[in-house]
């Protein structure tokens, strides 16, 4: 058996210990300096530690006071190995040198991480982009009633508007107008207007209970549907299908390629049915009414009347209804003046997400389709949301910017947005139709990321 040299044993270990062996021969060159050691913890202060790197208040515990003797005793300790030559033990071991771009050190993580609560996402986007309207059209004669819905923006890029009688065609490309349609009785006028799905025909409901459908390139009257017996003040397609809602309390869902078109007749309301919207899916529709309730339909069970939910959370009515363009089973829902709540629910669990009171009529709700905002429009209220645009961060709903609004604080009764997503377009009490650039583009996904963009992004996460 060899005899142990205890000594030489002894003092290797402490060699390696204090001076590792790979560290005493010529290092690598790196370009990622730092603090890679692993300390002594009976020598720290780890309470005092814990508070330097946590706390962000500069010098919250003083200029430390260190005199030129503890200096010199930390270079030496720090610069030189047990037997005296000179080495650096607070070097960060990275990866080589090479032609990848380098990156910056974790201080200007932390600091532009301290800069974020200032600049939250919504108000550096919305700096971008002008909280005014781009365009103002006069619009006589533009109906000041919570129940009627006028104001479509079809496919093809054409805004169909209802102003007394008459039904216009906006043509936003070339700036003009013309009418495609004008009801002729007396005492009767359009109510509600649709544009079919491949944007060539237009649904016009009217107060008399009549509901027609108008192809748009030849201004004629391709034919008429029966059904109600009193004002059609909401209509939806879905495809081939055309949904209507009236104040005859009735739902209809009329097939427009057949000659008795009248596919399901619901009478579940028990007041007017004051709006109607089909999922992104097609095959839920869900209906507002006056009577405060929420119902969401299977298509291929309404002719039973058996729908599969029923919302009974609203103190008023309730026309502003609209899907979540990115989720197809999450419905949004305002209610009217006497409850002034904006609801998110649920339609396959049949349960309410978030409840938002914002104090006013609900007239109009739509969604951003490229970001996750939805914005809505203000009647009569309690509070300064009244009359007014609203625009909301989701989920959280929580408030960005501030209100927007039409001339004289009048009602927002009407809301629709353009093929892009971009615009919003606005009809309010005070005869005007208002264009909104409110909504941001879409982000660009290039996925052209340099090495510094993905170490920022990190950021958030905790570095350990």
Not at 215 to 224: G, I, N, P
Not at 390 to 405: T, V
Request: aromatic fraction near 8%.
């Amino acid at each position: 058996m060899n005899e142990i040299n205890y000594d030489n044993s002894l003092r290797r270990l402490e060699q390696d210990w204090y001076s590792p062996t790979r560290l005493l021969s010529n290092p690598v060159d790196y370009d990622f300096p730092g603090d890679r050691f692993i300390p002594n913890r009976s020598l720290m202060d780890l309470d005092q530690a814990h508070t330097l790197l946590t706390n962000r208040t500069n010098n919250i515990l003083g200029k430390p006071k260190f005199n030129d003797e503890y200096r010199r005793k930390m270079e030496e300790n720090l610069k030189l190995d047990v037997e005296g030559r000179p080495f650096r033990m607070l070097v960060f071991r990275g990866s080589p040198k090479s032609s990848r771009q380098s990156t910056r050190l974790i201080d200007e993580m932390r600091r532009s991480d301290e800069e974020i609560p200032l600049q939250t996402h919504d108000h550096r986007r919305h700096k971008k982009f002008r909280l005014k309207e781009t365009r103002i059209l006069d619009a006589p004669l533009l109906s000041d009633d919570y129940y009627s819905n006028v104001m479509d923006w079809g496919k093809s890029n054409l805004l169909a508007v209802v102003l007394g009688r008459k039904l216009y065609i906006w043509n936003d490309e070339v700036k003009n107008a013309q009418i495609l349609m004008e009801v002729m009785r007396e005492h009767d006028y359009p109510t509600s207007v649709a544009w079919s799905d491949d944007a060539k025909i237009v649904a016009v409901g009217c107060i008399s209970s009549k509901l027609q459908l108008w192809d748009a390139e030849t201004s004629k009257l391709v034919r008429d549907l029966q059904g109600h017996k009193s004002r059609v003040g909401c209509v939806a397609w879905n495809g081939h299908i055309l949904t209507s809602g009236s104040k005859d309390k009735a739902i209809v869902n009329h097939d427009v390629r057949a000659r008795n078109s009248v596919v399901s007749l619901t009478r579940v309301h028990r007041g007017e049915v004051c709006g109607v919207k089909w999922s992104s899916t097609g095959n839920v529709l869900a209906s507002g009414g006056n009577d405060n309730l929420v119902y969401i339909w299977d298509f291929r069970k309404m002719s039973s009347r058996h729908h599969m939910h029923k919302f009974n959370e609203h103190n008023a009515a309730v026309k502003a209804i609209a899907w979540c363009p990115y989720k197809s089973d999450v419905l949004a829902s305002g209610g009217g003046i006497n409850d002034g709540c904006l609801k998110i629910w649920n339609t396959k669990k049949g349960t309410c997400i978030s409840t938002t009171e914002t104090g006013s009529q609900i007239c109009g709700i739509q969604w951003n389709r490229h970001h996750k905002e939805i914005l809505s429009g203000h009647g009569f209220g309690t509070t300064e949301r009244g009359c007014k645009l609203c625009l909301w961060s989701y989920p959280s709903m929580a408030r960005i910017g501030e209100p927007l609004h039409h001339a004289n604080s009048s009602r927002v009764l009407h809301l629709t947005q353009s093929p892009d997503g971009l615009t919003v377009v606005s009809g309010g009490a005070d005869e005007t139709i208002r264009f909104w650039e409110i909504f941001a583009p879409p982000q660009n996904d290039s996925g052209n990321n340099t090495d510094l963009d993905n170490l920022l992004s990190l950021k958030a996460s905790a570095v350990r």
